[in-house]
């Protein structure tokens, strides 16, 4: 592995993924402890998939840390980017939706779910190239 830029992007995408893990934890259990029986079955279901995307998208970003370190190159960094502003616009919108924001707004979650998408043709890009 070399040293400088590459061991600071693991580092951040392994901190990105503990803080969405830790995050998407925190809303679970405020999904379900706080908000159900406040919440419509419709939109505690939009929440619960706030909260199920994010988390599988920390340990995605978990393993691209890994990603970048096995294969570094563009690839493998653009995922860990994608990922992250997936998560963000994706799962964001959605909380943001479930917690009062106008139904419009839900019109950026599909860019976050083709981001989270990018991401994935990203890593599998980087493994077949293998970091070149």
Same mark, same amino acid.
């Given at each position: 592995? @070399?040293?400088?830029? +590459?061991?600071?992007?693991?580092? +951040?995408?392994?901190?990105?993924? &503990? #803080?969405?893990? *830790?995050?998407?934890?925190? /809303? ?6 706080? *908000? =159900? $029986?406040? +919440?419509?079955?419709? !939109? !505690?279901?939009?929440? @619960?998939?706030?909260?199920?995307? @994010?988390?599988?998208?920390? +340990?995605? *970003? ?13 690839? &493998? ?8 502003? $997936? ?8 909380? %943001? ?9 839900? &019109? ?12 994935? #043709?990203?890593?599998?890009? /980087? &493994? %077949? =190239?293998?970091?070149?």
């Amino acid at each position: 592995m @070399q040293s400088g830029s +590459l061991s600071r992007m693991d580092r +951040l995408f392994v901190f990105f993924a &503990a #803080i969405a893990g *830790l995050t998407a934890v925190a /809303a679970g259990a405020f999904g379900a402890h706080v *908000l =159900k $029986g406040r +919440l419509s079955s419709e !939109l !505690l279901a939009v929440f @619960q998939t706030a909260v199920l995307y @994010q988390m599988f998208h920390a +340990l995605a *970003l978990l393993a691209c840390a890994g990603v970048v370190t096995r294969w570094p190159g563009r690839a &493998a960094t653009a995922a860990g980017w994608l990922f992250m502003v $997936g998560m963000v616009v994706f799962s964001g919108s959605l909380y %943001l939706i479930v917690l009062g924001a106008p139904r419009w707004f839900g &019109a950026i979650t599909p860019l976050g779910g083709t981001a989270l998408m990018l991401g994935w #043709i990203c890593v599998a890009w /980087a &493994a %077949l =190239k293998g970091g070149r």
